[in-house]
């Protein structure tokens, strides 16, 4: 989906952070909102946000191949990936502390794909995981990919394990 086709007044927005730019000059924009009627999130990032970058190669590398069964489109401006729409669940908590609430399988999913494409899901907790209602599960905030060899860069973009 193109986003010059997305009328983003029809939609509550969930999150506003589109200029955000922390104390170190990185860009963290992104926005979200939600299509109440159709019971979708839409995710938007800023042209610089630090993690785009990432979030594309995990597309190109099918990194979210079986991982991500809530998705229904990627929004582009024009060739580029600047976003995504994904159907609206329940998050399995929304304590990041409750990791027991991970299914083994789905962790067992992710190694696999470390393993196939040298990437990595740093953000594995609860409240980035939701189930639909057809019970499956469906990673959400999908720019929390880096390459292992980035590994040590993580904390230049204030991410943590």
Do not use: C, W
């Amino acid at each position: 989906m193109n986003l010059n086709q997305i009328d983003f007044n029809k939609f509550k927005i969930i999150r506003d952070k589109y200029n955000r730019i922390d104390e170190n000059g990185v860009n963290h924009g992104r926005s979200i909102y939600y299509d109440e009627h159709n019971k979708l999130y839409y995710k938007i990032f800023h042209k610089d946000y630090i993690r785009l970058p990432n979030f594309r190669l995990a597309v190109k590398s099918n990194f979210y191949e079986g991982l991500i069964p809530s998705l229904t489109d990627y929004i582009y401006d024009n060739d580029e990936i600047v976003g995504y729409i994904t159907k609206a669940g329940d998050v399995l908590s929304d304590n990041e502390f409750d990791e027991h609430l991970i299914p083994d399988n789905l962790k067992a999913k992710i190694m696999n794909k470390l393993r196939k494409t040298g990437l990595f899901f740093y953000d594995l907790v609860p409240s980035n995981i939701i189930r639909l209602k057809s019970g499956e599960l469906s990673l959400i905030d999908l720019e929390s990919v880096y390459e292992v060899k980035d590994f040590y860069e993580m904390r230049k973009h204030n991410a943590k394990i």
